[in-house]
């Protein structure tokens, strides 16, 4: 009769044993990327795994805790913010010539996510994306007192009665940054920005909006950061 569970075994288990440690090592290997099975890396212990599947642990691998990161992306413009994290993987990272401060990026890292900072499709820009408690604590907790700057084109010129309008706007600045032939560029400060606040605001100055950029949260800047690409916020930084 055979005993051998049809579903098969957590993987935790079998890395246990293949490695003679204990559970818990075993699950932080796991989540460190140092397992593949059947040569796809693994980052579930509760994975189940069969007898015929091939487990392997990467030479030298340490059962390392790995500390929850927070990600800085540049989502492109025409992108719902909903899907912009598919972008968070390791070939989207800032180089280390552009980014002389990289740390080194564990798959774990790029897992478990979560974007507290949403941007409208048509806007390009700056999200935040976070593991950590206190990062998700200040950007809901604190989201009324969080600074968005923004970059924002309108078609035309922009009268004084528009911009008088868009400077009515409660916890918000707005001025003219630079004007073109057709367009105006201008720059809104606005605390606790709000999904689709930008465009209902130039809607109601009678602007025509062409496009919209973040290019600061808070303290944390756009800077350099190619859009489609992501990095790892530094240890001297802060939300």
């Not at 059962?63 to 070939?91: F, Q």
């Not at 950007?139 to 009515?168: C, N, W, Y």
């Not at 800047?221 to 690409?229: D, E, F, S």
């Amino acid at each position: 009769m055979n005993s051998e569970d049809p579903q098969g075994v957590r993987l935790a288990k079998r890395v246990a044993a293949l490695a003679g440690c204990s559970r818990r090592d075993a699950e932080l290997l796991i989540e460190g990327g140092a397992v593949r099975v059947n040569g796809n890396i693994t980052l579930l212990p509760q994975a189940r795994v069969l007898p015929g599947d091939d487990v392997a642990i990467e030479a030298g691998a340490k059962p390392l805790s790995v500390p929850p990161v927070t990600l800085l992306l540049h989502k492109p413009a025409g992108m719902r913010w909903e899907d912009a994290a598919a972008l968070l993987v390791p070939a989207n990272q800032l180089s280390p010539s552009d980014d002389p401060g990289k740390a080194a990026t564990l798959r774990r890292h790029l897992h478990g996510q979560t974007c507290f900072t949403p941007l409208d499709a048509l806007a390009s820009g700056l999200m935040i994306y976070t593991q950590e408690w206190r990062v998700e604590r200040k950007l809901t907790e604190d989201a009324a007192f969080i600074e968005h700057e923004l970059m924002v084109d309108v078609a035309g010129e922009v009268s004084p009665q528009a911009l008088a309008r868009l400077k009515q706007l409660p916890f918000a600045r707005v001025s003219i940054s630079r004007q073109t032939p057709g367009t105006t560029g201008l720059r809104f400060a606005i605390k606790g920005l709000q999904p689709g606040q930008v465009e209902a605001c130039c809607e109601r100055a009678g602007l025509t909006l062409q496009a919209v950029r973040r290019i600061r949260i808070g303290p944390l800047a756009l800077a350099a950061l190619p859009a489609g690409q992501w990095r790892l916020l530094r240890p001297d930084e802060r939300v």
